[in-house]
T-cell receptor
Framework: ELKVEQNPLFLSMQEGKNYTIYCNYSTTSDRLYWYRQDPGKSLESLFV?????AVKQEGRLMASLDTKARLSTLHITAAVHDLSATYFC????????????????FGKGTKLSVKP | DTEVTQTPKHLVMGMTNKKSLKCEQH?????MYWYKQKAKKPPELMFV???????INESVPSRFSPECPNSSLLNLHLHALQPEDSALYLC??????????????FGQGTRLTVV
């Protein structure tokens, strides 16, 4: 059974500081996704990481994937209040269904709060 | 257009009611999904439709009945729900399933309250 673990689950940051959210998963997968969710809202796609060593950056967020270590990171640079939200990583699991169908398995989410 | 549209945005229903949630996308995606998200929890998969056929049912109770009338539409029919079914119901779509870039785009969700 594929398990996805995020840490930390809660993160309180000061504006201007840097921090990293970690996402570990338990079986092989080369598809990893990061989503942002604001309270009461849907999921906004941030990054799609499709191969080992993939690195993508958008504004103050940078995501990377190490498929050998089964680890993805979401790095936040010089945090601002607008980044306050819950961030989910999700891993595509298709082996469970025999390789012909995929499903996204989500981590528990990291609730990020950026304070002045 | 990378939009998945869900209606209604909010729904309050009694335990004896029958209602339907609707989801629409015009991106040509061939896989569509229903997820359920309880407060402060991650989304959990309910159903997957691939090429308009039900391919995954994650042991969802029969009071939830999905339907895919065509490649752009996905419905979730609700009947005799329980208060614990109250949650945010998210629809998503993706171009493919197991292969290629299967980035899933999510709709805004329907906030369901069962009273």
């Amino acid at each position: 059974e594929l398990k996805v673990e995020q840490n930390p689950l809660f993160l309180s940051m000061q504006e201007g500081k840097n921090y990293t959210i970690y996402c570990n998963y338990s079986t092989t997968s080369d598809r990893l996704y990061w989503y942002r969710q604001d309270p009461g809202k849907s999921l906004e796609s941030l990054f799609v990481l499709l191969s080992n060593g993939a690195v993508k950056q958008e504004g103050r967020l940078m995501a990377s994937l190490d498929t050998k270590a089964r680890l993805s990171t979401l790095h936040i640079t010089a945090a601002v209040h607008d980044l306050s939200a819950t961030y989910f990583c999700a891993v595509l699991n298709y082996e469970y269904y025999g390789g012909s169908q995929g499903n996204l398995i989500f981590g528990k989410g990291t609730k990020l709060s950026v304070k002045p | 257009d990378t939009e998945v549209t869900q209606t209604p945005k909010h729904l309050v229903m009694g335990m004896t009611n029958k209602k339907s949630l609707k989801c629409e996308q015009h991106m040509g995606h061939r896989a569509m999904y229903w997820y359920k998200q309880k407060a402060k929890k991650p989304p959990e998969l309910m159903f997957v439709y691939s090429y308009e056929k039900l391919s995954i049912n994650e042991s969802v109770p029969s009071r939830f009945s999905p339907e895919c009338p065509n490649s752009s539409l996905l419905n979730l029919h609700l009947h005799a729900l329980q208060p614990e079914d109250s949650a945010l119901y998210l629809c998503a779509s993706s171009q493919g399933t197991a292969l290629g870039n299967t980035e899933a785009f999510f709709g805004q969700g329907t906030r369901l309250t069962v009273v």
